[in-house]
């Protein structure tokens, strides 16, 4: 149990150390695959969402939900989100908040 | 006069010593991209937004490129040729220079490509992403001469359409059987979604038709939901015979469209689909980035080759597992490398590497499924965020079956979009 928490309070340690570390050149690495279904610039021009210019908080607490397996109407997004901490997520959505339409 | 000279002869000094520094480090430096397709194109694309300053070249044979991914849809009857082909007009006007022309082989050490019309470019960075190459004769029968009659459609152009031409000359009643490789080969769910698409242009025109798969692999990707969807969309009309069951094809008769296994069991075919053993595209091999199994390693934080720096290589040719040989992943390749080389050449530390992979399947008409991956870099290799990924649940009902069908086409819409769009 102690081994566990040292884990966690680890984990949540340098989940904090990287949130300062996400550089624009680091966040723009970490948009790149979003792109590829959500369009150029989360411009998307088919039948999946656009994301550009999305509200931030709304967008990561989407995306955040999709992580927990919270959001019903999901597919794909809980697979992908899973692999992502949260200050990246807020990251993204900060990051497509600031992409025009 | 001796100052003035001596001033000359510094300042000449400090410019032969520094100049090719300083030109990588601001604008000019020339980087070559070899291959147009989901890896190239994309490479070219993100290195010009990551500095418009680079010149970058993209050499590409085809004026138009025809896309593997989707071409098993133009197989089944659900899309046109037009729309699974691209042009660089797009590219043209974000400012990379296009050569329709191939490469024919690198000198690493001159930092040179020379190019099928004869003409040698100098590179400060090259990028290769040539896809895959047949290892022509590693399966007994199959050459080049036989994937005329048997073809492979294993590279989308003039072999899909003939693939598609023989499968409407086909009577009903007919068989089209399908050979899977052993070894890596590109798209691992792409046999089964065209089993999927023949079945539905069976289903459609030819409904006493059979489909048979022979295949080197006791296990395949996305198993459980194809067989799922197969049942349910075609009942018996596929049959698959993994490699345990005599599915392990030693020979092929072009002519007389016969497959033959290691057992020695014949199966006579109407039509005869034989995807061949592969490897990385031939230019790898030319420029010294491939190994002995034919593929290329690459240092995963910047997708380099690690026999040949200066050199990066993207996509099907690169041995990148887990991440699977796709188009999505090679686009997912690119934007690291891009970062990565303009990072480099500004003199800065490259971002992390981040990628992911969506491979979308579609087994009928409003009935998709996906196979998901995310992925980071660490000590040169490739590694899947555990916990991550995963194929869609075996459990969904037809709603999130139709879901994921309509968002394999919207993936295909926004990526082709993302690489081959307007600027």
């Known amino acids: 149990m102690i081994h566990l928490l040292s884990i966690l309070l680890l984990a949540a ?35 999946i969402p656009a994301i550009a210019g999305l509200p931030a908080d709304a967008a990561a607490e989407r995306m955040l939900a999709f992580r927990e397996d919270t959001d019903p109407s ?28 | 006069m001796n100052t003035t000279r001596r001033e000359m002869l510094v300042a000449m000094g400090a410019g032969v010593l520094a100049l090719p520094h300083v030109v990588r480090a601001q604008t000019g430096a020339h980087v070559v991209v070899v291959g147009g397709g989901f890896g190239g194109a ?41 729309s699974i082909t691209h042009g660089y007009d797009g590219l043209r006007a974000a400012g990379i220079e296009v050569i329709h022309a191939r490469a024919e082989d690198v000198d690493a050490a001159a930092r040179s490509v020379t190019l099928s019309d004869g003409t040698r470019l100098g ?19 199959y ?21 598609r031409k023989q499968l409407e000359a086909m009577e009903d009643g007919g068989s089209f059987v399908m050979v899977v490789p052993e070894g890596a080969f590109r798209c691992p769910p792409g046999p089964y979604e065209r089993a999927s698409m023949v079945a539905h242009y069976f289903k459609t025109h030819k409904p006493r038709s059979k489909i048979l798969i022979l295949d080197s692999q006791d296990k395949f990707s996305k198993q459980p939901l194809f067989q799922q969807g ?9 049959e698959w015979v993994g490699q345990s069951d005599d599915g392990l094809v030693a020979e092929v008769d072009a002519g007389t469209r016969e497959a033959v296994t290691v057992f020695g069991t014949r199966h006579k075919a109407d ?56 188009g999505f992943c090679a686009n997912a390749q690119a934007k690291v490398a891009a970062a990565a080389i303009a990072a480099d050449l500004a003199g800065r530390e490259p971002p992390p590497a981040s990628f992911a992979n969506t491979c979308y399947s579609l087994i009928a008409p409003g009935w998709g499924i996906a196979v998901a991956g995310v992925y980071r870099a ?23 079956r139709r879901a994921e069908a309509d968002y394999g086409a919207g993936w295909y819409a926004s990526i082709c979009a993302d690489i081959w769009g307007a600027a």
């Not at chain 2, 593997?68 to 899309?79: A, E």
């Not at chain 2, 197969?230 to 596929?238: F, K, L, R, T």
């Not at chain 2, 000590?379 to 709603?399: I, M, Q, R, T, W």
Request: hydrophobic share 45%; glycine share 12%; net charge negative.
């Open chain 2, 378 to 400: 660490s000590d040169g290799k490739v590694v899947e965020v555990e916990g991550a990924g995963g194929v869609s649940p075996l459990d969904a009902g037809p709603e999130f």
């Open chain 2, 123 to 141: 590179w400060d960075r090259l990028v290769l992403s040539p896809g895959i190459d047949f290892r022509w004769g590693a399966l007994a029968g």
């Open chain 1, 13 to 47: 340690g340098l989940g904090a150390a990287r949130a300062q570390e996400l550089d624009p050149a680091a966040v723009q690495v970490l948009a790149g695959p979003c792109a590829n279904c959500h369009g150029p610039g989360g411009g998307s021009p088919g039948a």
């Open chain 2, 230 to 238: 197969w049942q349910a969309h075609y009942g018996e009309m596929i």
């Open chain 2, 143 to 163: 050459d080049e001469a036989a994937a005329e009659l048997a073809p492979h459609a294993w590279k989308a152009g003039p072999q899909t359409q003939l693939l």
């Open chain 2, 42 to 82: 994309t490479a070219a694309r993100y290195l010009r937004r990551a500095d418009p300053g680079l010149r970058i070249t993209l050499i590409e044979p085809q004026q138009r490129f025809a896309t593997c991914p989707f071409s098993n849809l133009y197989l089944g009857g659900l899309r046109d040729w037009d």
């Open chain 1, 74 to 101: 999901a597919t794909v997004m809980p697979r992908l989100m899973k692999g992502y901490g949260e200050d990246e997520i807020r990251a993204l959505a900060r990051w497509f908040a600031e992409t025009p339409k």
């Open chain 2, 271 to 326: 039509v005869l689909n034989v995807i061949p053993p592969q490897k990385a595209g031939v230019i790898a091999e030319r420029a010294g980035v491939a190994d002995q199994t034919g593929w290329v390693p690459v240092v995963a934080e910047r997708f380099e080759s690690t026999l040949v720096p200066g050199i990066h290589v993207l996509g099907d040719a690169t041995i990148a597992a887990p991440m699977p040989k796709s």
